[in-house]
C-alpha cells in the first residue's frame, strides 16, 4: 500500500489484531481473579510485544471497552525484553515502516506519562553480541545485517541480543534500565530468543517456531530471568 511504502501506516489499523488479542488475553485473567480488588498485573512484552504493549496502554488502539478501562486501573508495570523502542534519524530504513515512529512521538505512550498513571516501566537489553561484516561467526553476521539497517553504523560501540542494538532498547527517563550481557549460570551472550520464526507463521501466528538448540541463552532462560524478574510489580 502507499502507507507501506510512505513508512506511515497507522498503529490503531495496522496493530488491531494485536490489541484483540491483548484484550482477550485481559479479559480472560479478570475473569478469573474475579472481585479480588488488590489485583495488581505486570505486562511482559517480548521484541515487538513490548512496544504493541507501550501502545495499548497509551491508547492507541482506541479501544473504548470495559476491559480496556479496567486494565487502564489494574496494570501496574510494563517489562520489554529486547523491544526497539526508538527509530533513530540514523537508520538506514524504518524497519516498522512508521508504527515505532508514531509510538515514540505520542506523548500518552512515553514513560513519564505511564508512570503518571501508576506505571512503571523496565527495559530489558542485551549488550552480549557484536556485529561484524568480515567474520567467521554467523552469529556476529546476522546480528551485522540487524544493527546497520537499525542504527546506520557498525562498530566496537554498536553490540545488543543479535537482532536489537542495545542502544534502542531503552526507553526515557522514569523508565527503568537493566541492560544484560551474559547469563549468570552459563557465562553465554543473551540472545534475543530461542526460536526462529518459520513461513507457516505467516499464515498462523499462533503456530509453533523452529526451536534453537538447548545451549541458545535468551531473556527467558535460567540465569538471565534473576537479573530483571524482581522488576515484576
Known sequence: TKDFIDANLSVRVTLDWYFDAMERGLAELFA???????????????????????????????????????????????VTLGTPHTS?????????????????????????????????????????????????????????????????????DVTGDGIVPTELAFMESPARRVEIEKCSETGSAVRHAHVLPTPWNLLDGSAPSLSLPEDIVWYGSPGVLGQWLDYVE
Open 88 to 156: 533513530p534519524e540514523s537508520a538506514l530504513v524504518d524497519q516498522t515502516r512508521g508504527l515505532l515512529r508514531e509510538i515514540e512521538s505520542s506523548p500518552e505512550c512515553s514513560s513519564q506519562s505511564l508512570a503518571d498513571r501508576g506505571i512503571k516501566v523496565t527495559c530489558v537489553g542485551s549488550s552480549g553480541l557484536s556485529g561484524k561484516i568480515i567474520t567467521t561467526d554467523i552469529e556476529e553476521l546476522i546480528a551485522a545485517t540487524s544493527y546497520l539497517p537499525l542504527v546506520g553504523r557498525l562498530g566496537e
Open 32 to 78: 478469573e481473579a474475579g472481585e479480588e480488588e488488590n489485583l495488581e498485573v505486570c505486562v511482559i512484552g517480548h521484541s515487538i510485544g513490548g512496544w504493541v504493549a507501550r501502545a495499548y496502554l497509551g491508547g492507541l488502539g482506541g479501544s473504548s471497552t470495559a476491559v480496556y478501562r479496567l486494565a487502564r486501573e489494574k496494570i501496574t508495570s510494563l
